[in-house]
């Protein structure tokens, strides 16, 4: 049977923090935190669990995550955030390949829960994840803060039974002031690979980010939080290319 190195990036987590680590127990083989320095009761909640707690400036959730694999004990990976945790379905899905390991990563669907509510359709479900994979078999890429890990070319992904939990937003405040703070980073990695703005796409790119959610995707299923979560996926949509107009302008 092979051995898995669960591994966390946090900060401030301690509301979900307990719930994550205590999904993994059983189940990997060690765990590993790297924090960004929290101020809240996260490394308190990681003593309790016996995880190797190492502490690191953050300069972006790709480049946190990357050093994060580089302090994992085993070659086999299970990445997860502070604020997910996995089902019960999930748990037993992974402890099978932990007995057959036949693809060179796997991914699984992340079930997002919104302001209290689970959320099934919009952009937001099945949000699908690689996360557990062998060290070596690729990177995490993408431009922050939308992360995400890459097999190399060639290689084949198999998908896990059952859900990834993700505690994202416990009410529409903090929703707000993640798509202020999500669209100025995005528009800062847009800025920096030299990506352009332009009327049109400030106009198009939100409407269409809408449209493809709440009707192709079927967020009006998910009622009244399913058409804020849409208006949301318009807004951040819209600040990302109005402040990469703003960083073209200026600069």
Request: glycine letters at 6%; a positive charge; proline letters at 2%.
């Amino acid at each position: 049977m092979i051995k898995i190195s669960g591994v966390i990036i946090t900060f401030n987590e301690e509301e979900h923090l307990e719930k994550c680590l205590k999904s993994l127990v059983g189940v990997v083989d060690e765990i590993v935190v790297v924090d960004s320095f929290s101020t809240d009761k996260t490394p308190e909640i990681c003593e309790a669990y016996n995880v190797n707690f190492i502490q690191n400036k953050f300069d972006g959730y790709i480049e946190q995550k990357n050093y994060a694999l580089s302090h994992a004990k085993y070659d086999y990976i299970l990445s997860l955030d502070g604020d997910e945790a996995l089902s019960d379905t999930l748990k037993k899905s992974i402890l099978k390949v932990k007995e057959h390991w036949s693809f060179d990563g796997y991914y699984c669907n992340r079930l997002n829960n919104y302001c209290g509510q689970w959320i099934k359709h919009s952009d937001w479900y099945p949000d699908k994840k690689l996360r557990l994979f062998k060290k070596g078999n690729g990177e995490w890429k993408g431009i922050n803060p939308h992360d995400r890990y890459t097999l190399k070319k060639g290689l084949k992904a198999g998908k896990l039974k059952g859900d990834l939990l993700h505690w994202i937003y416990r009410d529409y405040k903090e929703h707000n002031l993640k798509v202020e703070n999500f669209s100025s980073i995005a528009a800062q990695a847009y800025y920096d690979l030299g990506k352009k703005s332009s009327l049109w796409k400030i106009l198009f790119n939100p409407t269409w980010a809408f449209f493809k959610a709440y009707f192709l995707r079927l967020g009006f299923l998910d009622g009244l939080n399913g058409f804020i979560i849409c208006v949301q996926t318009f807004n951040v949509t819209f600040l990302k290319y109005i402040k990469l107009y703003r960083l073209q302008k200026n600069n």
